[in-house]
């Protein structure tokens, strides 16, 4: 008897539809929320779809910070700066953010890095009162494909599974 061969093609090919489409609607999400200051989530964001002989899977990659946004953070004092670089002063900077002199009194000539550093500064103390809301941009954009994708796996894997049935059948029927 001859063995079931799966080349699982049809399943493959999905899977990358899939991962290439979550990948536009996560960065459509983030542009859209204007979380994408250092564009480091962006930039950095990759899918991968492995096939091997057993399994089939689909991994993301990404910075490390994406669950602080995704699932915000309870109160706590983040980092101004990190030695990796990064932290809050990376995301100061590349905003724009400058502290507000109605609450705080500052020098008039003080150095563009140093009130980055002062805006980083307080913003961190605020995170450390309140916490980071949560945005739930990458759930958003599985939610809005996960049903769709379910039916169009579900009909790769009957095309793939018909594939490998007829083979066997058609080199049965010639051998």
Do not use: C
């Not at 009194?105 to 809301?133: C, F, H, V």
Request: charged share 25%.
């Amino acid at each position: 008897m001859d063995e079931l061969i799966i080349s699982w093609t049809n399943v493959t090919a999905a899977l990358n539809a899939y991962a290439e489409e979550v990948q536009q609607l996560y960065t459509e999400r983030l542009r859209a929320g204007d979380h994408v200051a250092t564009q480091n989530l962006i930039t950095h964001l990759e899918f991968i779809v492995n096939t091997g002989m057993t399994a089939t899977s689909v991994e993301l990659n990404l910075e490390d910070y994406w669950k602080y946004l995704e699932y915000g953070t309870k109160p706590h004092f983040p980092p101004i700066e990190t030695a990796d670089g990064k932290g809050i002063l990376p995301w100061v900077k590349a905003k724009k953010i400058l502290p507000d002199n109605s609450n705080v009194k500052l020098p008039d000539n003080m150095p563009l890095d140093k009130l980055y550093e002062q805006s980083a500064y307080m913003i961190a103390k605020g995170i450390s009162k309140k916490g980071t809301k949560a945005y739930h941009s990458l759930e958003e954009a599985l939610n809005d494909i996960n049903t769709r994708y379910e039916a169009i796996l579900a009909d790769a894997i009957e095309k793939d599974l018909d594939e490998g049935i007829n083979g066997i059948l058609i080199s049965g029927f010639m051998g």
